[in-house]
């Protein structure tokens, strides 16, 4: 029973740590929190859904394509609105992208209808000795587990990697150095979107999905950043697994409807217990 | 008359109309200024801690669903009368900002933004997992009464009571204080300013309003249930209210709920879907286009003191 939770807590926790580096790039790099970060992964998760029931392609094969498509809704968004509030208050990044995020989900609504609907592929589970394991979550697993092995390798070896840690470590500095600072928030808004996209898919596959999907996403992905700690990369996958063993072991004893509330607890005592997260902010 | 005998005289007198107004009145005006009234109490609360502080509170409907649900039990179970209970909602809503505030507000960022966004979610969780006590996803009933025309008092006092604490904090050194958090909270503890502990006397007044207001929606309405009382959408339209009026403004709340209120009844109802749409993108437009609002816009253009 034990074991069976541990496999499916990590399961997840790859998905969600895969969402939130894409949160956690976008803060570190641009200091800003994107609410829009949850229902751009809707919107990957529409586009999986429309390619892989309206032109019969394989849904896994739509993944890199949901990801291009949303790479460039997220340049777009860069571009024309969030460049605008970079430097500016908080407050207005934050109300900015929580505009961008209603008008998405209305959008959706409005296109798609508020329909549940799946993506009928892969349905079973593989049985290990005494395990029995989701396809689906072992394939969103894989998949979950080599994109954010390549956005870390991007991000260590890559001469376009490398500024954009420099970015996240200081902006000005970075400007000294001849890094383009306006081109790497282009890239990183982009690059955080497509894992955004990358999510929205395999989640598609999954579960059912519906227009407002995206905020409890916005939501655990910031808690997955909190836990390891804003604007450290190597937390946010930290932080997945241990919220999606959190989720499965209270699953074990609560309600599926409780469970969320475990995961709501759990920021707030970490806010008050220790506010930098397990791992300590801002190591890149 | 001078300047400052108009700013009196005529709030003064559009309180004395509204006062009057039931005796003249349809049911459908009264209850539509009942409603202008509630979203002046939600705008007013939200603009105290999000407008004066800068720490945007992504789930203040969750003081009014709470206040709903703490007034609906007290009601409906105890038989309580629906002014203490409208009471205790309020003070429901104020020990929840507590509970949500402490660890929140002690730290810088978006910390709070998040926890609010998420809290709403919780507790319709929460509720809907309570069944004996709050009816669960059935809904609570509360025993009938009609009793529109002095809740339609009790809301217009509670929304008085906003607009002249919003004043009073605005003209006090209390309000500077919030607002130099707002401005550099950096500055404002360099100063000496506590700011955690003003950030959450500040969120503990704007849960007030909410919880009050929850209770009396929930008696006039006789009947609640979690999406009812806890809809997103609600925290969407005290927010697009305020920041069309202008945050950190006495009036602009006011202003924004009169205007998007009657928008709402006229044109919007014939196109429901294209509205949440449009509020949307009113707060992208409000952010980059004119931040201040409508009556900061008026401020600056015709040299306006501050405190209105």
């Known amino acids: ?284 | 008359m001078s300047g400052r005998h108009v700013a009196l005289a005529a709030p003064a007198a559009v309180a004395l109309a509204l006062a009057a107004y039931p005796a003249v009145a349809s049911g459908y005006g009264v209850r539509a200024t009942l409603q202008v009234f509630m979203w002046i109490v939600l705008a007013g609360s939200w603009n105290l801690i999000s407008g004066l502080t800068g720490y945007v509170s992504f789930g203040h409907v969750a003081f009014f669903g709470a206040g709903a649900y703490a007034g609906a039990i007290l009601m409906s179970k105890a038989g309580w009368p629906w002014l203490a209970a409208a009471l205790v909602g309020g003070v429901a809503a104020v020990v929840l900002a507590l509970v949500i505030g402490y660890p929140c507000l002690r730290l810088k960022g978006p910390y709070f933004a998040i926890a609010m966004l998420g809290l709403n979610e919780v507790l319709r969780a929460l509720v809907s997992y309570f069944e004996g006590l709050t009816g669960g996803g059935n809904g609570l009933s509360l025993p009938t009464l009609d009793a529109t025309i002095p809740i339609y008092y009790v809301m217009g006092l509670t929304a008085v009571t906003v607009i002249a604490l919003t004043y009073l904090i605005i003209t006090s050194r209390f309000g500077l204080r919030l607002m130099t958090i707002r401005e550099d909270e950096v500055a404002a503890e360099a100063m000496g300013i506590d700011t955690a502990r003003h950030k959450l006397y500040a969120f503990l007044l704007s849960a007030v309003g909410p919880g009050i207001a929850g209770a009396l929606t929930a008696r006039d309405q006789g009947y609640i249930e979690p999406i009812s009382v806890f809809p997103l959408a609600t925290t969407i339209t005290m927010i697009v209210m305020v920041l069309f009026g202008g945050k950190g403004t006495v009036w602009g709340p006011v202003l924004g709920a009169v205007v998007l209120f009657v928008t709402q009844e006229v044109v919007w109802a014939r196109y429901p879907y294209v509205h949440p749409l449009l509020f949307g993108a009113i707060i992208v437009a409000v952010v980059l286009l004119m931040p201040r609002g409508v009556l900061g816009i008026l401020q600056i253009r015709y040299r306006l003191p501050r405190t209105i």
């Open chain 1, 1 to 284: 029973m034990l074991g069976q939770v541990v496999i499916s807590g990590i399961l997840s926790g790859a998905l969600y740590a895969m969402v939130a580096l894409g949160l956690a790039l976008i803060f570190g790099v641009m200091r800003i929190i994107n609410v829009a970060h949850g229902p751009l992964l809707m919107l990957g998760a529409y586009t999986t859904y429309f390619l892989s029931t309206v032109l019969d392609v394989n849904p896994y094969l739509t993944v890199p394509v949901s990801m291009a498509v949303l790479f460039a809704v997220g340049v777009v968004l860069e571009r024309t609105l969030v460049f605008r509030v970079v430097d500016a208050p908080e407050l207005s990044s934050l109300l900015l992208t929580f505009g961008v995020s209603i008008a998405l989900v209305n959008l959706a609504q409005l296109l798609f209808t508020s329909d549940l609907r799946s993506v009928e592929y892969l349905t079973g589970a593989w049985v290990v000795g005494p395990f029995a394991l989701s396809k689906t979550r072992v394939v969103a697993f894989v998949f979950a587990g080599t994109l954010t092995g390549l956005a870390f390798l991007f991000l260590g070896w890559t001469k376009l990697g490398k500024a954009i840690r420099a970015t996240s470590q200081s902006r000005e500095v970075a400007m000294v150095c001849g890094i383009d600072v306006q081109r790497i928030h282009l890239v990183t808004f982009g690059l955080a979107s497509a894992l955004a996209a990358a999510g929205g898919a395999l989640i598609a596959v999954i579960v059912a999905i519906q227009p407002e999907m995206g905020q409890t996403w916005t939501f655990k992905s910031f808690l997955v950043i909190v836990l390891g700690g804003a604007g450290n990369y190597p937390g946010a996958l930290l932080g997945g697994i241990l919220l999606g063993l959190i989720e499965q072991v209270a699953s074990l004893f609560l309600t599926t409807q409780l469970s969320e509330v475990v995961a709501y607890v759990l920021l707030v005592a970490i806010l008050l217990v220790r506010p930098t997260g397990l791992l300590g902010g801002r190591q890149t």
